[in-house]
C-alpha cells in the first residue's frame, strides 16, 4: 500500500494521463529549436555558397556560430511557445478541479491533498523540462556535426537554458494560481491573461493617459517600465540578448540575465505558494463555478473594469480627435459595461448583468476621480518644479548636443538619454529650474510661429534619492533666456554630459577616415592625426555655449569613421567660424574652404521658385502671393545665372540646405522655403570637390533673396504662364 502511495508511484500515474501534453510539447520544441536550426544552417550554407551576403570563411563560420547562439539560447519562439505551454500544461494537470464528478472522485482517493498538488505541480515542470532538454541536445549535436559552435555559443546557450526555463516556471506557477482561483477552464484562461498582462496593461493605459493629458510629462530619463511583468521583462531583453550576447562572454551576459533570474524565481515561489494556500481551501462545491473564491469577485471586478473602461476611452480620444467630453462619458459608459459583463461571467447568466451595485459603484467613482485629475491636475503634475535645496544634481537634453552618437567602452551604440544619464551631473541647478517655473507659468500656445520652441527634457535627481523626469518647453528665440541657456551650455558638466569627444579620447585611436566639407567641398584629412584634430575640437569647445551656437551658422563639417573589432562606428562634427584652432589645423593642410564659395570655382546658379497658383473657371491660373494660403497647385520656375557679378550676390546670400542640422536654428523660418539654389562647379578647377558630383544644393537665407533673383523667376513664371 506504501509503495503505490508513493509520491513516485502518484508521479507516474499521473504523467500517463498527459500523453498527448508530452507529444504537443515535445513537437512543439522540436519545430522551435531544430527545424528553424535546420532551415537556417541550410540557408546560411546557400548564402556563403553563392558569395552573397556571406562571402569569407570568417563571415561564414561567425554567421554559423551567431545562428547556432540565438536558436539554442535566447529563442523568442521557443519564448512564446513555451509560455504557451506553460498555461496549457498548469490547466490541464489541475483541469480535475473544474469538474465535479472529478474533484469528488479524486478527494475520495486516501492521498494527502499536499502530495496531490505536489505530484501535479512537479510532473508540469518535469515534462516541460525533459522535452526541453532533450531538443536542446539534439540541437548541440546537430550544430557541433555542422562545426557551429564554439565556447562563446556554448556559454550563451547554457545561460539561455536556465533563462527559458525559469521564464516558463514563472508563467507556469502564476497559471497554477490562476487554477486555483477559478472554477472554469475559460474563466481559467481568462484569469491566467489577467495575471500575466495585468501590469502591462496598466503601464501601456497609464503612459497613453499621461502623453495625452500631462503636457510635463516625459519618459526620456525616466521610463516607469512594468516592475514584475515576466512577459515585459522577457521581451524587453530577450532582443538584446539575441542580438549582442553570445559576443559578451559568460561572465557579461549572466550579469545581465542574473538580476531577472532572481527576480523570477521570487516571483514563482510566491505564486506557487499562494497556489498552494488556495488550493488547500478551496471548496469542493467551487468546480464549475467561475470563481472559487466569492470574496475575490468585488475585488476582481474593480480591478479589471478601471483599466478596461480607461483603454476604452483612449480609443474613442483618438477617434474623436481628442473630444475631451466625449472621452469621459465613454470612459463611465465602459466601466459600466465591464462591470456588468464581470457579473454575467460570474453567474453565467446575462441577468446578473446589473448585481453588486456596490462593488459597482466604487468602480466608476475610482474612473471620474482619474477623468477629473487628468483634466484638471489636482495633484499639480505640470506645475512641478522641485526646490533648488532638495535638489542634488540634473540631467538636462536640450535637443541639440554635440555629435549626437555615442557608444560605450565596448564599441556599443547607446541613446543619447542612456549617456546623458549616465555622465551628466549638473549641480548648478539654479538655470533648469528658472526654466522649469517659467515653463510652468507660460501657456504652450502663445509661442509665435517664428519663435525657436525646443522640448527640454530634465532629469531631478533628489537629494532624498528619487528621481524625477520631466519636459517643457523653451524658447531658444527669447533674448531673457540666453544667459539661463548659456549657463547651461557653458558649463562643463553639461559639455562632457553630452559631448563624448570631450572625454572620449581612446576612440581617436582607431580612426579610419576623416573628411571636412563646406558644403561642397571634400577634403581628406590623415586619420594618423585623428588625436591633434581632437584636441583642436576639445580647446575650441571649451569656450562653446548657447550664443556662439544661435549666432552663429556652422561653417563645415566633419565627418569621422571608426573602426573597432570589424564593425564601423563614426559621427559628424559641425566646424562653426569660431572654431579657432580646428581652422587652423584645416588650413595647415589645405583642407579649409570657406563656407562662402569662390565665384570663380563656379559654372552657373539654378535658381527655382515655387508659384502657387488657383485655376479659375475659365482655365486662368491666379497666382497666390501668400505663402500660408492654400492653393491649388504649384509650379517650379527656374532661371540660370552665369553672370560673376549675379553670381556672387547670390553665393553671399546662400547655405547648403542638406547640411542644415537645426540644432540651434529654425530652417523653416530661416531659411527662405520658397526657392531651390542648384550651384554648378566648373570642371577642372583645383576645387576639392567630389569628384562624382558637380551640383550641389543650397538654400536662400530668409529674407536675403536678391531682388534681381527674385524679378527673374517671377518674369520666367509669367513667360511660361503666357505659353
Not at 103 to 116: A, E, F, G, I, M
Not at 543 to 567: K, M
Request: some cysteine; charged content about 20%; glycine content about 6%.
Amino acid at each position: 500500500m506504501t509503495s503505490k502511495n508513493s509520491f513516485w508511484a502518484s508521479s507516474r500515474e499521473n504523467q500517463r494521463r498527459r500523453v498527448w501534453v508530452w507529444i504537443v510539447t515535445f513537437l512543439g520544441m522540436f519545430v522551435s529549436v531544430m527545424g528553424r536550426l535546420l532551415v537556417n544552417l541550410s540557408r546560411i550554407d546557400q548564402w556563403y555558397g553563392e558569395g552573397r551576403v556571406i562571402s569569407t570563411h570568417e563571415e561564414y563560420v561567425d554567421a554559423l556560430h551567431s545562428i547556432s547562439a540565438e536558436l539554442l539560447g535566447f529563442n523568442d519562439v521557443l519564448a512564446l511557445f513555451s509560455a504557451g505551454m506553460a498555461v496549457i500544461i498548469a490547466m490541464q494537470g489541475f483541469s480535475y478541479l473544474c469538474d465535479r464528478r472529478k474533484v469528488d472522485l479524486y478527494h475520495s482517493v486516501p492521498v494527502d491533498k499536499n502530495r496531490r498538488f505536489a505530484v501535479v505541480y512537479v510532473n508540469g515542470v518535469i515534462l516541460f523540462l525533459t522535452s526541453y532538454i532533450a531538443n536542446i541536445l539534439l540541437g548541440l549535436i546537430l550544430a557541433a556535426a555542422r562545426g557551429a559552435l564554439n565556447g562563446v555559443a556554448m556559454a550563451e546557450i547554457g545561460v539561455a537554458f536556465v533563462w527559458q526555463f525559469l521564464f516558463f516556471l514563472t508563467i507556469y506557477s502564476a497559471a497554477v494560481l490562476a487554477v486555483m482561483l477559478t472554477g472554469n477552464l475559460f474563466v481559467t484562461a481568462c484569469m491566467t491573461g489577467v495575471l500575466l498582462l495585468y501590469e502591462i496593461v496598466w503601464y501601456e493605459v497609464i503612459t497613453q493617459l499621461n502623453v495625452y493629458f500631462l503636457d510635463t510629462y516625459s519618459t526620456f530619463f525616466v521610463d516607469p517600465h512594468p516592475k514584475v511583468s515576466v512577459i515585459y521583462d522577457y521581451f524587453d531583453t530577450a532582443g538584446v540578448l539575441m542580438r549582442t550576447g553570445w559576443k559578451q562572454g559568460i561572465g557579461a551576459l549572466a550579469q545581465q540575465v542574473l538580476p531577472y533570474g532572481i527576480k523570477w524565481i521570487i516571483l514563482a515561489v510566491a505564486a506557487t505558494a499562494l497556489a498552494w494556500f488556495c488550493y488547500r481551501r478551496r471548496p469542493s462545491e467551487a468546480a464549475g463555478k467561475a470563481i472559487a473564491f466569492p470574496k475575490c469577485k468585488p475585488v476582481l471586478k474593480v480591478a479589471v473594469a478601471v483599466p478596461g473602461a480607461l483603454l476604452l476611452g483612449i480609443i474613442l480620444y483618438d477617434a474623436s480627435y481628442q473630444n475631451d467630453i466625449l472621452t469621459a462619458v465613454g470612459v463611465l459608459i465602459g466601466g459600466v459595461l465591464v462591470c456588468a459583463f464581470m457579473e454575467v461571467i460570474y453567474d453565467f447568466d446575462i441577468k446578473s448583468a446589473f448585481r453588486h451595485p456596490v462593488s459597482g459603484g466604487v468602480a466608476l467613482a475610482a474612473l471620474a476621480l482619474l477623468c477629473l485629475n487628468y483634466k484638471f491636475d489636482f495633484f499639480g503634475y505640470d506645475k512641478y518644479v522641485p526646490k533648488q535645496d532638495e535638489v542634488e544634481s540634473v540631467a538636462v537634453d536640450l535637443g541639440s548636443g554635440y555629435a549626437n552618437s555615442f557608444w560605450d567602452e565596448d564599441f556599443t551604440y547607446i541613446s543619447a538619454d542612456e549617456y546623458e544619464r549616465e555622465h551628466m551631473f549638473l549641480t548648478d541647478t539654479e538655470p533648469v529650474l528658472a526654466l522649469a517655473a517659467k515653463a510652468a507659468e507660460t501657456d504652450k500656445y502663445a509661442y509665435g510661429e517664428t519663435d525657436l520652441v525646443r522640448s527640454v527634457y530634465v532629469l531631478y535627481r533628489l537629494k532624498s534619492g528619487r528621481e524625477v523626469g520631466r519636459t517643457f518647453l523653451v524658447n531658444f528665440s527669447d533674448p531673457a533666456n540666453e544667459a539661463l541657456l548659456n549657463r547651461i551650455v557653458g558649463s562643463r558638466e553639461y559639455k562632457e554630459g553630452c559631448m563624448q569627444i570631450l572625454t572620449d579620447r581612446r576612440s581617436y585611436d582607431y580612426v579610419d577616415s576623416i573628411t571636412y566639407s563646406n558644403g561642397s567641398s571634400l577634403a581628406w584629412l590623415p586619420p594618423e592625426e585623428a588625436q591633434k584634430l581632437r584636441e583642436a575640437l576639445v580647446a575650441d569647445l571649451e569656450n562653446f555655449d548657447f550664443t556662439a551656437g544661435r549666432s552663429q551658422w556652422p561653417c563645415g563639417w566633419l565627418d569621422v569613421s571608426f573602426g573597432y573589432q570589424g564593425y564601423a562606428y563614426g559621427y559628424e562634427l559641425e566646424v562653426y567660424e569660431s572654431f579657432t584652432n580646428t581652422i587652423d589645423y584645416l588650413r595647415e593642410r589645405g583642407a579649409y574652404y570657406p563656407l562662402q564659395l569662390d565665384v570663380s570655382d563656379v559654372e552657373e546658379i539654378e535658381v527655382a521658385r515655387e508659384y502657387r497658383y488657383r485655376e479659375t473657371s475659365d482655365g486662368t491660373k491666379v497666382f497666390v502671393d501668400d505663402p500660408q494660403a492654400e492653393a491649388v497647385a504649384g509650379n517650379l520656375y527656374a532661371v540660370d545665372f552665369s553672370d560673376p557679378g549675379e553670381m556672387e550676390q547670390i553665393l553671399a546670400a546662400v547655405y547648403p540646405h542638406e547640411k542644415f542640422s537645426g540644432n540651434w536654428h529654425n530652417m523653416m523660418y530661416e531659411l527662405d522655403q520658397d526657392y531651390e539654389v542648384t550651384i554648378y562647379l566648373k570642371r577642372g578647377t583645383d576645387y576639392p570637390g567630389d569628384p562624382y558630383m558637380r551640383s550641389f544644393n543650397y538654400s536662400f537665407y530668409a529674407g536675403q533673396v536678391p531682388d534681381f533673383v527674385a524679378e527673374a523667376t517671377a518674369k520666367e513664371a509669367e513667360k511660361q504662364q503666357t505659353r
